[in-house]
Nanobody, 126 residues
Framework: QVQLVESGGGSVQAGGSLRLSCAGS????????MGWFRQAPGKEREGVAA???????SYSQSVKGRFTISKDNAKNTLYLQMNSLKPEDTAMYYC????????????????????WGQGTQVTVSS
């Protein structure tokens, strides 16, 4: 059974940085579409970033230029480097994986992802 475990969340002041990690088991990252989503209290879940099997990345407009998604296939670990954090980035962040073709792998396409982690909390104070 696929397991995804996020880590690296925490509290930081606006302008700071955090790096999230997502370690996977029973899954080969090189063969999966991987993504990060977030959900703030009272808001719908939104896609943050995605990376396909070729390493092509996509980002939501709200984080483009500030966040970077990457993965280490040998370690089966997904990362999200978050810089210039803003209070509006405060949310629970989730790692997700899906066996979609690269052409379908794009930020925010929730239907592509069928494996989800439990989430890690990110809180940004002003």
């Amino acid at each position: 059974q696929v397991q995804l475990v996020e880590s690296g969340g925490g509290s930081v002041q606006a302008g700071g940085s955090l790096r999230l990690s997502c370690a996977g088991s029973e899954i080969t990252y090189s063969s999966y579409c991987m993504g990060w989503f977030r959900q703030a209290p009272g808001k719908e879940r939104e896609g943050v970033a995605a990376i396909d099997t070729h390493g092509t990345t996509s980002y939501s407009q709200s984080v483009k230029g500030r966040f970077t998604i990457s993965k280490d296939n040998a370690k089966n670990t997904l990362y999200l480097q978050m810089n210039s954090l803003k209070p509006e980035d405060t949310a629970m962040y989730y790692c997700a994986a899906g066996g979609a073709l690269a052409s379908w792998c794009y930020v925010g396409r929730s239907f592509v992802f069928d494996n989800w982690g439990q989430g890690t909390q990110v809180t940004v104070s002003s």
